[in-house]
């Protein structure tokens, strides 16, 4: 193995900073975890690549909705992490660049995207646009 694939999604009423080990979702801080069972196991040497993660607007948790606002601190906030705390993930990938509207996929994919169907730019979308041209 070259490199560990993991999908650390946060539930709605999660921010990045929220950590509950592995009880029966991930969440971003997840990473963390996955590093030190790495490092008991000899692969400490080994990249992490974020190959999916996200937050989905308009799913709630708790009684907290998640806004396009909310959307686009936590994308915020989960960039600055990686950059600044996890020189370890080389790779991270937003789930869903493009609202294509899929019927099969839409219970797990809307709301996740960062430009919507009629092809405007979300906040979220807008932050990372900026984030990648510094």
């Not at 040497?45 to 907290?64: A, D, R």
Request: charge should be negative.
């Amino acid at each position: 193995m070259d490199i560990i694939s993991f999908h650390p999604y946060g539930l709605s009423k999660e921010s990045p900073d929220i950590y509950l080990p592995f009880d029966n979702h991930t969440t971003f801080r997840d990473v963390e975890t996955l590093k030190q069972i790495m490092e008991r196991n000899g692969q400490s040497n080994k990249e992490i690549w974020i190959t999916e993660f996200g937050w989905q607007v308009g799913s709630s948790l708790g009684g907290i909705l998640m806004t396009e606002e909310l959307q686009a601190k936590n994308l915020i906030h989960s960039l600055k992490i990686i950059s600044d705390e996890w020189p370890y993930v080389s790779v991270a990938i937003w789930f869903w660049d493009l609202d294509r509207h899929i019927p099969q996929y839409a219970a797990v994919a809307d709301g996740l995207e960062l430009i919507r169907l009629d092809k405007t730019i979300r906040p979220s979308g807008a932050y990372l646009r900026e984030f990648l041209m510094e």
